[in-house]
């Protein structure tokens, strides 16, 4: 039981790149959610699924994307990315929104 | 106002000696509330979890909730070099597809 796993670990990437920060999860969660860790800031809600085919905006969902398709995996899409989008992206999930979620151990990304 | 409000510390304690970390919260529709621990380089860990006012306790660990002054703690008996850890306190309404809501977290230092 490999709980919620976050790929890749780490990230460099140059402004104006896209790409896709993956998350899977094996407990048959239907909540995920996707947040970044900044210093000072804590945790904040990017996007969020209840389940397959349903998504929603978090607290900053502005350049991300977000896409459900199977109960397992929920991916994070950056588009364009910026030196804004800098962080810790964390996924994490549940069996609804009321328990408490389990966290995957994040993808450190950098943006030049 | 934030809405959850934590003293970033950092807190150095010797090995053995009694923890208090504390948060405060302002809106009392706030039912869940939560300790999650996070270790450098990891994804938060769900400490405790309690919905109603007054203590809970598992091991070295009670969670407090003052409803009435909106005051969280966590305290931690026994502290060990291993406790050495960002402790966050987070906070939710009783509503599903809510979202949760963290506290910056209170960075712990023991010493053996």
Request: hydrophobic letters at 30%.
């Amino acid at each position: 039981n490999a709980g919620v796993t976050q790929t890749p670990k780490f990230q460099v990437l140059k402004t104006g790149q896209s790409m896709t920060l993956q998350c899977a999860q094996d407990m048959n969660h239907e909540y995920m959610s996707w947040y970044r860790q900044d210093p000072g800031m804590g945790l904040r809600l990017i996007h969020y699924s209840v389940g397959a085919g349903i998504t929603d905006q978090g607290e900053v969902p502005n350049g991300y994307n977000v896409s459900r398709s199977t109960t397992e995996d929920f991916p994070l899409r950056l588009l364009s990315a910026a030196p804004s989008q800098t962080s810790v992206y964390f996924c994490a999930s549940s069996y609804t929104s009321l328990q408490p979620q389990h966290f995957g151990d994040g993808t450190r990304l950098s943006i030049l | 106002q934030k809405e959850v409000e934590q003293d970033p510390g950092p807190l150095s304690v010797p090995e053995g000696a009694i923890v208090s970390l504390n948060c405060t919260y302002s809106n009392s529709a706030f039912q869940y509330f939560m300790w999650y621990r996070q270790y450098s380089r990891k994804g938060p860990e769900l400490l405790m979890y309690t919905y109603s006012s007054g203590n809970k306790e598992d091991g070295r660990f009670t969670a407090q909730v003052d409803k009435s002054s909106k005051y969280i703690s966590l305290f931690i008996r026994d502290s060990q070099p291993s406790d050495s850890a960002t402790y966050l306190c987070v906070v939710t309404f009783n509503q599903a597809g809510t979202a949760l809501i963290f506290g910056k977290g209170t960075t712990l230092s023991v010493s053996s």
